[in-house]
């Protein structure tokens, strides 16, 4: 059994609200919502953060960041505006170390994050 939160989830081990999946990304809801909408969109493969990428991986990232943007698309998110955002590693408040996106929508949000 993975240790990785999300490796579970991909695995079915761990339960969730899933919006999306394909052969190499899943899309769920975040068990903490921090805005109306908040997704997490992650690769099935495990990936750290952004920083464990590599050049090979320029495929699945495109795929990914394709992901974001439809799943944003289908929860209405494309008339009004959201956020797409890749935590990454500890000053950049990453908790879980497997690569997400979270999409956050469905309310004006600030900048700058805290
Ligand atoms: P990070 O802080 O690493 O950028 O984001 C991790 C996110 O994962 C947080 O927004 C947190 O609420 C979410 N999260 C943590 N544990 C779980 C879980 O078991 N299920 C789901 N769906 N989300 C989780
Ligand atoms: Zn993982």
Known sequence: ?????????????????????????????????????????????????LDELSAADGDLVGHLFLTVASVARQAGLDATGYRAVVNTGADGGQTVHHLHVHILGGRPLTWPPG
């Open 1 to 49: 059994m993975s240790a990785c939160l999300f490796c579970r989830i991909v695995a079915g081990e761990v339960p969730a609200q899933k919006v999306h999946e394909d052969d190499r990304v899943l899309a769920f809801r975040d068990i903490s919502p921090k805005a109306p909408t908040h997704v997490l969109v992650i690769p099935r493969r495990h990936v750290g953060s």
